[in-house]
């Protein structure tokens, strides 16, 4: 079984509660999550419903989603690194910042963005050593090579790309454990723990974006300009005002796409590097299957077992544990009174392992994707990308991503567990409370 935190039982006091929450949200709450459609949370400072039924889910992302928007308490922990960025905007802004960003990512453009992802997939096995070693910041390190080699055409080792990824090191260190306020309404009072920190970092982060913006505007305009995200984003028209995204607005959305194309990614990718180690025979068939990847963008589709562990890990470790909708009037769920302006906790974690949906939940098993009921089950309760409009853009090439990163990793190197076994956390995404430390040793072929 796959390690996960047991969930707390019984009720507890306020203060127990909120201790819990800020040390580890998912051990925090309550057990019966994992077997319950839907659960409200009420006391003078708290009022939440957690909604595990797929019928709720479904309203809310997709049937009905602008009578939920996302939370705009959001907006306390995520704004000054984000700023109004297609992440956490709603209305009208977020309308119009998608009309300009999707077509960026449409099916036919991760064909362009492929080479850049296969040369920082080899370029991350290259840098591993054998030896036991936390593989937590080697997963960072790939993925940020990966968001900058496809928005900015620049390798990780180009020196400003290192210190965005130097300041985002320090930023992760600066922010809650998660962002308390978006899911749980905690009156304005309630102090919000590093903000002054945070907001230091997030301004040091958004100043050196600002001045990949800034030179790559210029060039642009002189015509240089590499086919790139950055350049199709940024020279990419609202097909509805004709107007492009204002240097701000390009901030926002580059410090997004760094959010959610770096962090979110090397954290699957660590823990699908620890559920291989930890099922050597699926590893060994991922081994074998690496040899089928080449320069040829087709042949990523060959790769179906790479895939179905991706998908296994995004499973069991979606890379955000949890997020909030807010009701915009009274709604009536499963008989009970919702009331206007209460928050929704949508929960990919409890989703992904609830007990009632899916066959043994805490198994790693990637098998199931080819069965009829795996299908089934995911069709109702598999979001790690959410679901509906609000659904990731980049989805396709994170899974692109991920399928190439495993391949050329474990073609090149042999994983073994430790004796230190990982404890999954809720921080901005799902880590691992002490990292993941794996043992590495060269393929015969690679010696």
Same mark, same amino acid.
Not at 85 to 101: H, K, T
Not at 295 to 314: H, P, W
Not at 417 to 431: D, G, H, K, N, Y
């Given at each position: 079984?796959?390690p996960?935190?047991?969930g707390a039982?019984?009720?507890?006091?306020? *203060?127990?509660?909120?201790r819990?929450?800020?040390?580890?949200?998912?051990? +925090?709450?309550?057990?019966?999550?994992?077997g319950?459609w839907?659960?409200?949370f009420?006391?003078?400072?708290?009022h939440?419903f957690f909604c @595990?039924?797929? /019928?709720?889910?479904?309203? %809310?992302?997709?049937d009905r989603?602008?009578d939920?928007?996302?939370?705009s308490?959001m907006?306390?922990?995520?704004?000054?690194? $984000?700023? @109004?960025g297609?992440f956490?905007s @709603?209305?009208?802004d977020?309308?119009?910042?998608?009309?300009?960003?999707?077509?960026?990512?449409?099916g036919?453009?991760?064909?362009?963005?492929?080479?850049?992802?296969?040369?920082?997939?080899?370029a /991350? +096995?290259? *840098?591993l050593?054998?030896?036991?070693?936390?593989?937590?910041?080697?997963?960072?390190?790939? #993925?940020?090579?990966?968001?900058?080699?496809?928005?900015?055409?620049?390798?990780?080792?180009?020196?400003?790309?290192?210190?965005?990824? /130097? &300041?985002?090191?320090?930023?992760?260190?600066?922010?809650?454990l998660?962002?308390?306020?978006a899911?749980l309404?905690?009156?304005?009072?309630?102090p919000?723990?590093h903000?002054?920190?945070?907001? !230091?970092?997030?301004?040091?982060i958004?100043?050196? %974006?600002?001045?990949?913006?800034?030179?790559?505007?210029?060039a642009?305009?002189a015509?240089?300009?590499?086919?790139?995200?950055?350049?199709?984003?940024?020279?990419?028209?609202?097909?509805?005002?004709?107007?492009?995204f204002?240097?701000?607005?390009?901030?926002?959305q580059?410090?997004?796409?760094?959010?959610a194309?770096?962090?979110?990614?090397a954290s699957v990718? #660590?823990?699908?590097?620890? =559920?291989l180690?930890?099922h050597?025979?699926?590893q060994?068939?991922?081994?074998a299957?690496?040899?089928?990847?080449?320069?040829?963008?087709?042949?990523?589709g060959?790769?179906?077992?790479?895939r179905?562990v991706?998908?296994?890990? $995004?499973? =069991?470790?979606p &890379?955000?544990a949890?997020? &909030?909708?807010? #009701?915009?009037?009274?709604?009536?769920?499963?008989?009970?009174?919702?009331p206007?302006? &209460?928050?929704?906790?949508?929960?990919?974690?409890?989703?992904?392992?609830? @007990?009632?949906?899916?066959?043994?939940?805490?198994?790693?098993?990637?098998?199931?994707?080819?069965?009829?009921e795996?299908?089934?089950?995911?069709?109702? !309760?598999?979001?790690?990308?959410?679901?509906g409009?609000?659904?990731?853009?980049?989805?396709?090439?994170?899974m692109?991503?991920?399928?190439?990163?495993?391949a050329?990793i474990?073609?090149?190197?042999?994983?073994?567990?430790t004796?230190?076994?990982?404890?999954?956390?809720?921080?901005?995404?799902?880590?691992?409370?002490?990292? %993941?430390?794996?043992?590495l040793?060269p393929?015969?072929?690679?010696?």
């Amino acid at each position: 079984m796959t390690p996960r935190p047991q969930g707390a039982t019984g009720r507890g006091t306020l *203060r127990g509660l909120m201790r819990g929450f800020r040390r580890d949200l998912l051990s +925090a709450l309550p057990e019966r999550l994992y077997g319950a459609w839907m659960a409200e949370f009420r006391n003078p400072l708290i009022h939440s419903f957690f909604c @595990n039924d797929p /019928a709720l889910v479904r309203l %809310i992302l997709q049937d009905r989603p602008a009578d939920f928007p996302k939370s705009s308490r959001m907006r306390e922990g995520l704004a000054p690194l $984000l700023g @109004n960025g297609v992440f956490i905007s @709603n209305g009208e802004d977020w309308a119009r910042q998608r009309r300009i960003i999707d077509p960026s990512f449409e099916g036919g453009r991760l064909r362009d963005s492929y080479p850049a992802v296969l040369d920082a997939a080899r370029a /991350a +096995a290259d *840098r591993l050593q054998p030896g036991t070693q936390d593989l937590e910041p080697e997963a960072t390190h790939a #993925a940020a090579d990966v968001i900058f080699r496809t928005l900015f055409s620049l390798p990780i080792e180009h020196r400003i790309a290192a210190e965005v990824f /130097a &300041a985002f090191r320090d930023h992760q260190a600066a922010q809650p454990l998660v962002n308390l306020a978006a899911l749980l309404p905690l009156p304005r009072w309630v102090p919000r723990p590093h903000s002054h920190r945070t907001r !230091a970092t997030a301004t040091q982060i958004r100043g050196l %974006i600002t001045g990949l913006v800034h030179d790559r505007q210029k060039a642009v305009a002189a015509g240089t300009a590499p086919d790139d995200l950055a350049t199709r984003i940024m020279t990419t028209p609202d097909p509805r005002t004709g107007t492009c995204f204002s240097r701000a607005e390009m901030v926002d959305q580059v410090a997004v796409l760094f959010l959610a194309g770096h962090e979110t990614s090397a954290s699957v990718l #660590a823990w699908a590097l620890w =559920l291989l180690a930890a099922h050597p025979d699926w590893q060994d068939r991922v081994a074998a299957e690496s040899t089928l990847l080449t320069e040829d963008f087709a042949s990523v589709g060959a790769l179906r077992t790479t895939r179905a562990v991706f998908r296994e890990a $995004l499973r =069991l470790y979606p &890379a955000v544990a949890m997020f &909030a909708r807010e #009701a915009t009037r009274s709604e009536t769920f499963r008989t009970r009174a919702v009331p206007r302006g &209460a928050q929704l906790v949508l929960s990919p974690w409890h989703l992904h392992r609830h @007990n009632r949906l899916w066959d043994r939940p805490d198994a790693f098993d990637p098998a199931r994707w080819d069965t009829a009921e795996g299908k089934a089950s995911a069709r109702c !309760a598999y979001i790690p990308f959410s679901a509906g409009p609000r659904a990731c853009p980049g989805a396709g090439l994170a899974m692109v991503e991920g399928v190439v990163m495993l391949a050329a990793i474990v073609g090149r190197w042999r994983l073994e567990v430790t004796e230190r076994q990982p404890m999954p956390v809720a921080r901005l995404t799902i880590r691992a409370a002490d990292g %993941i430390w794996l043992r590495l040793t060269p393929r015969e072929e690679h010696r």
